[in-house]
């Protein structure tokens, strides 16, 4: 994500991309993060084999299969149409055991739930979230935003704001005034949250360098204000 890159050099980026086509672009991408691995497995709420939709857009595939009766009204819908059906490799992010995972962003075609559900451990340590959602189903049985909004506010995130809506139009795919599809949605703990739940310096630290990066300054703000920080964050 273009904002992460200002402090790329401070994170361990772990990715992860079951599609070998999309793989082998993010292997060869440059970047200047601290560390940088892409993993095989598709991530869900189970370990073990997993149907795969392969799409002829390699950026559509996903594990629920397109909603060719809603794509097939606006353009370019031949990128939805499904190449293969394989069976691949699923994880949890629990079960990978990080040790922590300050932020996690999701863009996986519908999957965004499972991909949470299989995370309820690794959540309790996690301070944001930027997760593509869905309101209309660009797949079949795919879970919409409510959903989503519904499971992160039950581990006691709160919905900050849409950094982007999609809407489509029948001749125009992206344009301003057609029917919202899809969007960017982030999540984060409230500073009064992190306040009472968290005592490391180092949580405190990234927290406010997620903040920053999502122009959520008056979280900064509340949390310096309690703390009584100065810089570099050493407690009065």
Known sequence: IPRWKKISRYVNYHGF???????????????TCKSYKIHDKIISNKIGKQKFYLCQGELNSSTFRPN??????YPFSERF?????????????????????????????????DALIGSKKTLNKTLGLEIEVEFQHIYK?????????EFLASKDFAFIDFTRLVRWERNNLYSFNGQCIWGDSIFLRTPEYVLNNFYDIEVFKNYIAICVLY????????????????YPFQKI
């Not at 991309?17 to 970047?31: A, G, I, V």
């Open 17 to 31: 991309e079951p599609d070998k086509r999309s793989r082998e672009k993010l292997l060869e991408k440059n970047n």
């Open 141 to 149: 049985n795919q879970p919409l935003f409510n959903k989503v909004f």
């Open 68 to 73: 060719e009766k809603l794509n097939s009204l």
């Open 215 to 230: 122009n959520k300054f008056d979280f900064v703000k509340v949390i310096l204000e309690q703390k009584k920080w100065v």
């Open 81 to 113: 149409k499904v190449k293969d059906e394989l069976f691949l490799e699923s994880t949890t992010i629990d079960n990978l055991k990080f040790e922590n995972a300050d932020f996690i962003k999701l863009d996986i075609q519908g999957g965004e739930l």
